[in-house]
């Protein structure tokens, strides 16, 4: 069994809960806050090659997954779920660059001990799709940080906002309370497909100067 597992096994055991208001069933005071999609755009490219090697990873949505809703009820249950799962891939994975893990600048994989933060997202999406959840709900993301750099996390869109899994911190924040400045992200029709989250249209890459 590998790391990521163990660790994720560790804390569905002790019963993790987030630390938000969320965690105390204060959910319905919360205004929903979603990000706003404009035209289509460029997937980045490090996501080009990911697909071309794992081409089943990046199918478009079946039949069944179509009348699966894009917008997650935000229960409780929910909100520990998502919580457990980002804790536990942040606890599993140790953030190298690419750089030095394979000796290219952008290289999408899962991870097994380290990895950059599009490791970090592919895992969580990946848990978080065998536990139950639609894939159509849970959209790679591309932003830049406070630094300007290029970084990728994981959005789970719901009904009270746009929720963001990120390899940086445990805690889960709306996307508007990250800091970052969101580019683009998966489409809800089809994870091949790419939407601006700016109303002009950017082909930014996502090399990280930091994972």
Known sequence: MSTIRH??????????????????????NQQPRSAAEFKETLPPIGYVTFCAANSSECDSYGLMEAFK???????????????????????????????????????????STAGDCEDYLLQKKRLLEQAGLPANALRI???????????????????????????????????????????????????RHWVALREAQVTVGTTAQNP
Request: proline share 5%.
């Open 69 to 111: 809703p894009d917008l997650l009820a935000l229960t409780p249950e929910l909100w520990a779920k998502l919580h457990r799962v980002n804790v536990a891939v942040n606890a599993a994975v140790k953030p190298v660059s690419d750089e030095e893990l394979y000796g290219k600048p952008e290289f999408w994989t899962y991870p």
């Open 7 to 28: 660790a994720l096994l560790a804390l569905l055991m002790l019963g993790v809960t987030a630390s938000s208001s969320f965690a105390n069933g204060d959910i319905s």
């Open 141 to 191: 993301t591309v932003a830049l940080d406070e630094n300007r750099q290029g970084h990728a996390v994981l959005t789970v869109t719901t009904t009270e906002g746009d929720f963001i899994l990120d390899n940086r911190r445990d805690d889960i924040r709306l996307w508007d309370e990250t800091g970052y400045t969101f580019l683009k992200r998966q489409s809800a029709h089809n994870p």
